[in-house]
């Protein structure tokens, strides 16, 4: 199956989205939450990202190369707001973004239409 080369990424975009969904949800729980509020807005971004790009992946998508290089992004700017905050919760997360983003980051390089994905936006 075509998505089986992708296992390893797919795999990571999943751990880092349930571990967004956890972050985001322990968050709340805080009894400062508004300060976390940038925390959990990317949380909640990041989760939906990986579970879109893993979702590519597995459908062979031409387009995955492209959704790995913005997922990519998206979990390094979730990794670094978690990372600046002590809570357990937010060091794992921000660990499994970190994860997730070089996982990304290698198979937008890798996959087909690589090229596609360092450009600007797909191809029309």
Same mark, same amino acid.
């Given at each position: 199956? $075509? ?12 751990t ?10 322990? &968050? ?8 976390? $509020?940038?925390?959990? $807005?990317?949380?909640?971004?990041c989760?939906? /990202?990986?579970?879109?790009?893993? *979702?590519?992946m597995?459908? *062979?998508?031409?387009? /995955?190369?492209y959704?790995c ?6 979990c390094?700017?979730? *990794? ?12 794992? &997360?921000?660990?499994a @973004? ?5 996982? @990304? ?5 890798k996959?087909?239409?690589?090229? $596609?994905?360092q *450009? ?5």
């Amino acid at each position: 199956m $075509a998505h089986e080369q992708y296992a390893t990424c797919i795999e990571a975009c999943n751990t880092c989205a349930d571990a967004c969904d956890s972050c985001a949800t322990a &968050c709340l729980q805080e009894s400062d939450s508004q300060a976390l $509020a940038r925390c959990i $807005a990317l949380d909640i971004d990041c989760a939906q /990202a990986c579970r879109m790009v893993a *979702g590519f992946m597995a459908r *062979g998508s031409e387009m /995955a190369a492209y959704f790995c290089k913005f997922c990519e992004e998206m979990c390094e700017a979730c *990794g670094e707001e978690c990372a600046r905050h002590s809570m357990a919760h937010c060091q794992q &997360c921000a660990e499994a @973004c970190r994860r997730c983003a070089a996982e @990304c980051r290698r198979m937008a390089v890798k996959m087909p239409g690589a090229r $596609a994905a360092q *450009g600007a936006s797909p191809a029309h």
